[in-house]
């Protein structure tokens, strides 16, 4: 493939990650500020000599910059068990990469990416990308958790970063009621911030509160059917969010999450959550709730075949 920057060919990667988003100001690239695509690039830039925004040093690639695109762009202090991004890099940059005993640059890039990253940053992965790979528009379904503490209830130290802490206590069945009026496709203008140009209606696959069975350090792990994922001991007790959605607009997850806490403390009604998602307005929002007990955990994308048509698909304008 043939890029911006001229007659030079570009390989396209796959990058899978996790973080702790407790030290980024998001992911986005910001002047100033510490994020973790300005991260990644400035790394990416150490490593290949190419310029970046971020602080690499012009060298031999100098007309290439690195640049990610990524499936979601998590706001700052969300965290991540599964992000995946794309990297186009010159042909040359790559092979450039590659030391006298390695015969793969793309493995020679993985091993020294993984050296300069930060320990908030994990390289899972690092491969070429299929025919049609898009790791924004490919992308099939998008899975995040928001993890709380209610009741007051002492939860597991190492957790602290990842959880919200209520006092209060959360009827789940209210709760419930509240989010199975997110599944479908809607418009939810009431739960983000206007992107102008865009569009904030989505397709929500499941929404659905849990409470993760307590455990002792010496009993069962809890079951993966009750929450619909694996948790670990550490989130024993936990009171965990689920939902999955094709898309998410902006703050959209938080917003959702604050509202049906409203409606958990009985300070809100399901009927009042229901209107909300019926009539897409931005007047009297609850969100977005605090940024710490949400976690992307995992990005889905169709077989290799299928890539191209979805990003096609996905690419055009929503409506209901």
């Known amino acids: 493939m043939e890029g911006q920057e001229g007659k030079m060919s570009?390989?396209?990667?796959?990058?899978?990650?996790a973080y702790d988003g407790g030290g980024f100001h998001g992911w986005a690239r910001q002047p100033g500020l510490r994020t973790v695509q300005g991260c990644i690039e400035q790394a990416l830039s150490l490593i290949t000599g190419a310029r970046s925004s971020q602080g690499g040093v012009p060298h031999n690639h100098d007309v290439w910059e690195p640049r990610l695109v990524v499936a979601g762009r998590t706001d700052t202090g969300v965290h991540a068990s599964h992000q995946v991004a794309h990297l186009d890099i010159p042909d040359g940059v790559l092979e450039s990469c590659r030391g006298h005993m390695e015969a793969d640059g793309v493995v020679a890039l993985e091993r020294r990416l993984r050296h300069l990253l930060p320990a908030d940053i994990v390289l899972l992965g690092l491969g070429l990308a299929p025919r049609g790979f898009d790791a924004r528009f490919s992308a099939m379904e998008r899975t995040y958790l928001y993890r709380v503490s209610q009741g007051g209830q002492p939860g597991d130290p190492r957790m602290r970063g990842y959880v919200l802490d209520l006092e209060g206590s959360l009827d789940l069945q209210a709760m419930n009621e509240a989010a199975r009026a997110c599944i479908g496709l809607h418009d939810f203008g009431s739960f983000a911030r206007p992107?102008?140009?865009?569009?904030?209606?989505?397709?929500?696959?499941a929404a659905h509160w849990d409470l993760v069975p307590a455990v002792n350090l010496f009993g069962a792990a809890p079951d993966q059917s009750v929450v619909g994922y694996l948790p670990t001991f550490m989130e024993s007790g936990l009171t965990v969010f689920r939902i999955v959605a094709d898309a998410f607009a902006h703050n959209m997850v938080r917003s959702l999450v604050a509202a049906c806490i409203q409606v958990g403390l009985g300070r809100r009604s399901v009927p009042w959550f229901v209107d909300k998602v019926a009539r897409p307005l931005r007047e009297g929002s609850t969100?977005?709730?605090?940024?710490?007990?949400?976690?992307?955990?995992?990005?889905?994308?169709?077989?290799?075949?299928?890539?191209?048509?979805?990003?096609?698909?996905?690419?055009?304008?929503?409506?209901?």
């Open 10 to 17: 570009l390989v396209r990667l796959r990058m899978d990650l």
């Open 195 to 205: 992107n102008p140009g865009g569009t904030t209606i989505r397709k929500v696959l």
């Open 287 to 320: 969100g977005p709730i605090d940024a710490r007990g949400l976690t992307l955990e995992h990005v889905a994308y169709p077989p290799d075949g299928q890539l191209a048509e979805r990003a096609q698909a996905i690419r055009a304008r929503r409506t209901l």
